[in-house]
């Protein structure tokens, strides 16, 4: 990926924003997230007018703080839960069972029963273990099916871990309603930070033929889930949500016409994603060699403080030093921890200033998803990714 300029903040914040947001971090020890939940009602607003018909189930792995689940359950968003401590969590805030899917296909059976205890009526599966289990624990509940994806073309693919091949989800479909399970619906994710759109369009021509085979066996399916993979803010720019929305539609209306099924979908990044700022401290700037061109600049925050998400430099997000210079310089940027892994950017270089010094601080942008709840909670004693809401 090549830059053809330096980044500017105005590209991913309107300036006055920024500085609201440094003037509340001034003071406060460093790493933390700061989250914005205008944000992240802003988020949920713009998905909502994009999919006017579908229903809302926000991924809280993404990110499950308090408040963002309360604003969205504000705004009448369901949630897709992936264990029982997610249900757990949703139920304790007063979210109601029928607004909690339980998505993951990998469960314990006496998780599924406690789900199914609590109310919760909507599973997804894609083996014939899985099926069973809830067949016996949950019995008459909604099921959606998992189609595998390739997951090409995504920043942080889920391939080959989920999901199965259209004809191991037809004997799934068969066999669910056989065990007294209700076959509902497909889902599918393409693979998160998604930017071929073009895999949405691969999935839903799968999902229209296994809703037409299924009918030949006299079983209706009613609803798709789209799942997540629709993308946030990152260094290298996107297709913005509106087209993802038009194009996604027009696949929808080529495969389903008029008999367009129930749509659900599933979005993680996409709502927590730029309601984020992480900020660091650089503890220590060094050189390999005498000779050496390049400067290590290590900070306060790394993998283990909740940026796994740099694993082979897959998430690559917009990078600001608070000293804001002309000479800037290409650096290698790792992590606090005694583990050779926690290395942030390496082959990619982040051209940042050339004075940086110790007690510098960096500003992570677009970092509201997948960071705290990825935050280790004691490696070298570290305390896990300490989170604050920006006051409005
Ligand atoms: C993680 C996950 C999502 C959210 O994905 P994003 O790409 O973050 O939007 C949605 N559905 C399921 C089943 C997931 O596991």
Redo the contacts with the bound molecule.
Sequence with gaps: MLLSRPLRISDFMRPLEFEKIKKFALGKPTPFLILDLKKIAQNYDELAENFPTAKI?Y?L??NPNQQVLKTLAKKGSNF?A?TIFEIKKLLGLGIPPERISF???IKKEIDIEFAYRKGVRIF?TDSVNDLQKIGRRAPGSKIFF?LITEGSG?D?P?SRK?GAHPDMIYDLIVKAKKIGLTPFGI?F?V????RHIGQWDNSIAQVKYLFSIAKREGINLKAI?L????PTNYLQPTQKLKIYAREIKRFLKKNFGTKMPEIFV????????DAGVLVSEVITVARKSATSEIEWVFLDIGKFGGLIETTDEAIKYPIFAEKRLRNLQEVVLAGPTCDSVDVLYENFKYRLPANLREGDRIYFFSAG??TTSYSAIEFNGIPPLQEYILPN
Excluded at 191 to 194: D, I, N, R, V
Excluded at 266 to 273: L, Q, S, V
Aim: hydrophobic share 40%.
């Design positions: 189930f991924a792995k993404a897709d992936a998505g993951n296909t997804v998992r995504a942080w889920l989920f889902s994710h693979g998160s930070q998604q889930n799942g997540g993979g629709f599933e979005p993680g990044r996409m709502i927590a994603g998803a997948y």
